[in-house]
Structures are given as C-alpha cells and as structure tokens.
DNA sequence: TAGATTGTTAATCGATTAACAATC
DNA sequence: TAGATTGTTAATCGATTAACAATC
C-alpha cells in the first residue's frame, strides 16, 4: 500500500494503535503481541496484522512488534510525525481537564493557548497556560499556524464559540461541548460522544 | 431485522443517530431528514436510512423522520430505555466536567455517586452529589445495581481505581484517563479517545 | 528443537454508494 | 401538481475470521 489515502476503517485503526502504543511505551514494555494489541484496542488480532504487515514488516515472528519502531512507522503513515498546535476554548472544569491532562501532549498535540471570554478567568493560569480572551484569538491562530480548536465551553456558549473560531480561521473543531452547532461549510465538526459509546457498550452488555 | 444480536456497526451508528436525536430534540426540532442527521453524525444518509428501514418504516417521505418517535424506537432497539446508575470514580476537574455536563443523564445514565480517596473531598459536593470515600463504592453498587463504572481519575491512581470497581462487582469500565489498565477476566475496559480520533481526523486533512 | 507469533491466504459477511421508483 | 425525501435495489469494496505455513 502507497502514498494514497488510507481507506477510514484502516485510519481509524492505526490512529487506535498509535495510542495505545504510546501507553505501552509510557509504562515501559519494549515489545508487544498482536494478541496483547488486541485486548488494548478491542481490534481482532489478525486485522492488526493484516493492517499492518500491508505496509511492510514491522513485526518479528515469536516474539510480537518493537513498540518504538511500529510507534514511528504509524506516525509516519498517518503523516502526523510533527507538532500541531491547537487552541483550547473554555477555561473551565473541562477545559482544565483537558489543559493538566498527558492526552493531547502525548501525541505530539500542544495546546498553544487558552481562551475564555469570563474576565475572571483571563489572566490566570489553566494546566500552566495563560488564560488569554477570547479577542486575541485570531492574532494566535495566525501566529501559531493552529488548525485545530477544541471546545470545552458550556453547551449555551458553544455556537458562539463555534463562529469565533470559524472566523479566526480554525478548520477542524472537536466539539467536547454537548451540543450541536452549525459550522460554516468547509469547517469539519467532531463531536466527542462518551455517551454515545456508553449506549454501544451497554447495548452488548445487555444482549 | 428482529431480534437478534445487531452487527457491531449498526449498534455503533445507532447510538451515535440517538446522540444527535437527542441534541436536535433538545434544540426544539420535530423533524430531521437524513441528510440533516448525515452532517451531524458523519454518516452517509443513504446508510442511514438503510439502517432505520430495517426495522421498520419510521420516515415519511418528502417530510423526513419524526425525532421523538425516532428517538423512542432507537432506544428500544438497542434496549435502553430504561434508567442506568453509574458510579464516577475522581471528584477533582475530570470528574467535577462529567458530573456537571448532562451527556450523561440526556441519555438515562444516572451519576449515582461519586467517589474518591482524598479526604480533603471526601463529604464536599461535585455536580450536585456528595464526594462519599471509595471504601463505600462496594456497598453503593450492590445497593443501587449499578454496572457501569466511570474512570476519571489521574493516570497514576487509574489501576488501583480499577481494581476498586472489578473487587465491587462493576462490570463495564469507562476510562477516561490515559493509561492502559489491567482488568480481570469478564470485565470490559472502554478507553475514550480524544486523541485517537484527533489523530484520525488530522490525517484525512492533511491528505 | 520446541514454542510462540507473524504474515498471508481464502472465504464470507457487512458497509458503502449511486440511482431511482414510490409516496408524502 | 411539483418538490422533497424515503425505502430499496444492485453492485462494489472493505472488514472480518479461521487456518496455517513461515520463521524468529
């Protein structure tokens, strides 16, 4: 498999491993099985395999994939090797949580800045950020080449929101928030749904 | 489609549908049409209506689907239309975020409790509910039947959490924070993702 | 050698999509 | 009627799995 795009399934998967992988490697293992990937990411064994082994031989028979070297390799399908700054909005609990969490730092994503349009927040610090308003977005995204803005606002704030980081240039936006905004075409919106896999996971519980 | 065990993506779009169907309704929306639910829920809207049809006409035509009715017939298919009580593990930002948002309970989750080892928490109040001590979790479960238990604890104390909630009889485990844990046998561990689907995200923009 | 685990095949099943008649 | 949108078909493609030879 080449240089062309990536079927969403295959994606998806390998985005999985990667984080895994890099769980792995914080508790310090060196070597993994596509059996022990497998009760990690709840992917069948041999599909690991077969994602992997299309895009060379990364594995060692007997003894399981080198968790540095299939690390790398990963990154490197998924063109994700470099730094990517994101932008933060909403200083609050969630946003807090997400500033003093390893999560985005952990795969190569930093949280550039803070924004929150509450003056009482302005000016502090969240997860060792300053908290900047919200009117200094645009001049940040532009400085910090930032593509990405994650919102972790107050479901009422969040189409506000949505259209201060539409305007200030953002492309990608994961919504954290639980409600639904209208983005301007060309805008992707993901929406991050615990309880959307909390129905699928009960639902194969209960059956 | 009658009765049997749902294929692993059909179960997966139907709680990300009921994800949104719950927002939209939320939003003051009678009627949404495939294609409206499609943006929303990044699934092709042929597929979604493939999905729905099969177990039953739920749409009209040239008018779309009635989102109450929809919602209702979702949560039946997938069983779930009765109230869950789910225990929270970590009353500090993470668990404090959960506790106020209302992902949880827009869709039946009931946040029974929430627990935590630290004694300066311990008795306060997070999201409206007394902080009660971990030595309480077990007695709490049985009680409240409670089978879902949610992780939102620093990544460090995430193991010990874990074998807390396995010893008092939970069954499914929601770990929000990032590190991979061991469980015994029978107990399944959820890990949320951020990361994983900005990673997957990111790739289909930068390609 | 013996044990373990990958890489790969083959076969089946589900997902995806375009297209369009049916019908509200 | 005209416009919109569902329900359904048909065809292709990717996902899934068991099985096993290759090989560390």
Redesign the interface.
């Given at each position: 498999m080449k240089g062309e795009?990536?079927p969403l399934g295959v994606?998806?998967r390998l985005?999985?491993y990667?984080?895994?992988l890099t769980?792995?490697r914080k508790?310090g293992r060196r070597t993994i099985s596509s059996q022990a990937l497998s009760e990690?990411s709840?992917v069948n064994p041999t599909q690991i395999r077969r994602d992997l082994s299309s895009f060379g031989r990364f594995g060692k028979r007997g003894v399981g994939y080198d968790v540095d070297h299939l690390i790398s390799s990963i990154k490197e399908i998924?063109?994700?090797s470099c730094q990517?700054n994101i932008a933060l909005m909403g200083g609050?609990?969630?946003g807090?949580?997400?500033a003093?969490?390893?999560?985005?730092a952990?795969?190569g994503?930093n949280i550039e800045a803070v924004f929150d349009v509450d003056p009482d927040k302005v000016g502090k610090s969240v997860g060792g950020r300053r908290v900047l308003h919200t009117s200094e977005l645009a001049d940040t995204v532009r400085d910090r080449n930032i593509?990405?803005g994650v919102l972790a606002v107050p479901?009422e704030a969040a189409q506000q929101a949505t259209e201060t980081l539409a305007a200030a240039g953002i492309?990608?936006i994961?919504n954290?928030s639980?409600?639904?905004v209208e983005s301007p075409p060309g805008i992707?919106v993901?929406?991050?749904?615990?309880?959307?896999?909390?129905?699928?996971?009960?639902?194969?519980?209960?059956?």
């Open positions: 795009k990536l994606a998806a985005a999985r990667l984080q895994v769980q792995v508790a990690y709840n998924l063109h994700t990517h609050g609990k969630l807090a949580a997400l003093n969490s390893d999560l985005f952990d795969h994503f593509i990405v479901p492309e990608i994961f954290f639980d409600a639904l992707t993901h929406y991050m749904s615990p309880a959307g896999e909390l129905l699928y996971a009960l639902y194969f519980y209960l059956t």
